[in-house]
C-alpha cells in the first residue's frame, strides 16, 4: 500500500520546485468512492490517498462533459471563453495549458490516457505523450505512444498505468521536476454503452446490495420541460430505467471497473513511493464529471444536477494536513493552484482561483459561489447557467444561445432537498435570495460578452 508522509520535508534533488501529479478519472459521480462515505463501492487505493489528503465535499466542475471540463482544468478558463462548449471543440488560439505553463518553468511534461481535445497533447505543451483518443474499448485499443500507433491486448487504462510509471522512473533520477497528467477511460461506459469488468472483479458485489436513488422516479414536474425528450432521458429508459433491477445491474457493473481502476491508479501511486519522490509530490486527483444512475430518470451527465456536477476532489503534497473542507471549489481551480505551488506568477485571467491558502489552513473558502456553465446544448440539452453557494443551487435554462430570453428557473434547497425535487423558484419568501444569486448570473454573461468583445 502507499506510504507517503505528507507532511515530511522534501528529499529529492530538487527541494526548490515540486512534481506535480493530476489524476484525472472519467465520469466518476462524487459519491462513487469509499472516502466520500460510500459502504459498498471497493476503491482502497484512493481511500489511501484520500486519508493522506485534503479531501474537499464540494467539488463541482464548470461543465459535465468530456471536453469541455478538461478544457477547463487545462486553462483554468470556462469553455465561454477558451473556446471548448462542445465535444471535440478547439481551444481558442493563444489558450495555454497547465503543461505549457510548468514547460515554462522548467519543468518535465507527460500526459498519459484518455485526451479528449481535437489537439494532440504533443502540441500543447506535452513533451512525454501516449494517449488514445475519446472513448471507445477498453481492450485493444488504439494508443498513440511517443509517434508510434498500437493496440495493446491489455486494459487501456493498464497501458497508461506502466507508462506512467515509466515516466515516473525516468524522471526520479533527474534534477528537472515533473509533471504527470494521468487519465483514465474508466468508468466511462465503453463503446458498447457496458462497463466490461472482469467476473472475479463483479463477483466482490451483489446487485442487491446496489443504491437506488431516491429521485428515480421524478415526473419532472417544477423543471424545463426539455428535460422529458433529452437524451439522459430516452437513453435511461432504453437501460430500463427507472426500474430499480435495470439501475442496480448498471451499478454494479459501474462500480466494478471503477474497483478495477483503482488498482491501475494505485500502480502509479505507488512508484512515487518507490521512488523516494512522493514527499516531494503534489497528487491532484479528481474526475472530470459525475454520472447519473437513475437520479431524476436520467442517465449520464452534461445537466446542471449534483450528481452530473459535482466530483471527488483530493490534494494531497508536502504541508498539507489530512482534512475535509467544504469550500466551494472546482476544476479550474487546478491551474492556479499549481502555478502558485511552483512559484510561477498566476495570469488574471483565469477564472479558477489558488487553493493554496485553504491547503495551508490560512482560510475556510476561496469564493461565495460557482457557477455552473451548461452552454454546449449536448444531448438535446438547453442552454443553462448554474449558481452553487452553500445552501442553493440555482439553474437559469435559457431559450437558445444567445441567453437573452429565461425559459425556465428552479432553485434548490442544498441541504433541505438533497435529490433536487422540490423547486422553490416560485415561492415568494425565496425572492430575495433569488434577486441575491442573479447577481451572479448577471456578472458571469458580462463576463462571457468581455471575452467575445
Not at 462548449?85 to 507527460?110: P, V
Not at 446487485?207 to 424545463?224: F, H, I, Q, T, Y
Amino acid at each position: 500500500m502507499l506510504s507517503c508522509s505528507t507532511t515530511s520535508q522534501p528529499t529529492n534533488k530538487t527541494e526548490s520546485k515540486p512534481n506535480i501529479v493530476v489524476i484525472l478519472t472519467d465520469d466518476q459521480q462524487f459519491d462513487a468512492a469509499a472516502f466520500n462515505g460510500n459502504e459498498v463501492i471497493l476503491t482502497p487505493g484512493i481511500d489511501q490517498l484520500a486519508g493522506q489528503s485534503r479531501r474537499f465535499t464540494q467539488a463541482n466542475v464548470a461543465f459535465a462533459l468530456c471536453s469541455p471540463s478538461r478544457a477547463a482544468l487545462l486553462t483554468g478558463r470556462y469553455g465561454s471563453a477558451n473556446g471548448v462548449l462542445e465535444l471535440n471543440s478547439r481551444l481558442h488560439a493563444g489558450e495555454k495549458t497547465i503543461a505549457q505553463y510548468l514547460k515554462a518553468a522548467g519543468y518535465a511534461t507527460g500526459m498519459s490516457g484518455k485526451w479528449h481535445l481535437p489537439t494532440p497533447p504533443g502540441q500543447l505543451g506535452f513533451d512525454f505523450h501516449n494517449y488514445f483518443y475519446s472513448n471507445g474499448t477498453y481492450y485493444g485499443r488504439e494508443i498513440f505512444d511517443m509517434g508510434d500507433t498500437l493496440r495493446p491486448e491489455i486494459h487501456c487504462d493498464a497501458y497508461c498505468a506502466d507508462r506512467s510509471v515509466d515516466f515516473i522512473r525516468e524522471q526520479a533520477g533527474r534534477e528537472q521536476p515533473f509533471f504527470l497528467f494521468h487519465c483514465t477511460q474508466t468508468p466511462h461506459m465503453d463503446h458498447r454503452h457496458t462497463w466490461p469488468a472482469q467476473d472475479t472483479t463483479k463477483a466482490k458485489y451483489r446487485a442487491e446490495a446496489m443504491p437506488v436513488p431516491a429521485n428515480r422516479l421524478d415526473d419532472l414536474s417544477g423543471k424545463p420541460e426539455y428535460l422529458r425528450s433529452v437524451r439522459n432521458r430516452t437513453q435511461a429508459q432504453k437501460y430500463g430505467y427507472p426500474d430499480p433491477a435495470a439501475i442496480q445491474a448498471h451499478t454494479l457493473d459501474y462500480y466494478a471497473v471503477i474497483t478495477e481502476m483503482d488498482g491501475f491508479i494505485e500502480r502509479v501511486l505507488r512508484e512515487l513511493d518507490a521512488q523516494g519522490i512522493a514527499d516531494n509530490t503534489y497528487v491532484f486527483f479528481l474526475s472530470d464529471n459525475g454520472w447519473m444512475l437513475g437520479d431524476h430518470g436520467f442517465t449520464s451527465k452534461v445537466l446542471p444536477y449534483r450528481p452530473s456536477s459535482k466530483v471527488p476532489f483530493l490534494v494531497r503534497g508536502p504541508g498539507i494536513a489530512a482534512d475535509t473542507s467544504a469550500a466551494l471549489v472546482s476544476n479550474l481551480d487546478v491551474l492556479p493552484t499549481i502555478l502558485e505551488l511552483v512559484g510561477t506568477e498566476v495570469p488574471a485571467n483565469l477564472h479558477g482561483k489558488s487553493l493554496l491558502p485553504l491547503l495551508r489552513g490560512a482560510q475556510q473558502e476561496v469564493r461565495p459561489a460557482i457557477v455552473y456553465e451548461g452552454l454546449g446544448g449536448y444531448g438535446g440539452a438547453q442552454p443553462n447557467l448554474t449558481i452553487i453557494t452553500d445552501e442553493f443551487r440555482y439553474i437559469v435554462t435559457y431559450k437558445d444561445a444567445a441567453l437573452e430570453e429565461v425559459d425556465f428557473r428552479e432553485l434548490y434547497h442544498q441541504r433541505d432537498d438533497f435529490w433536487e425535487m422540490n423547486n422553490l423558484a416560485d415561492q415568494p419568501e425565496y425572492g430575495e435570495t433569488l434577486r441575491e444569486l442573479e447577481l451572479y448570473i448577471d456578472r458571469h454573461q458580462q463576463n462571457i460578452l468581455q471575452e467575445k468583445s
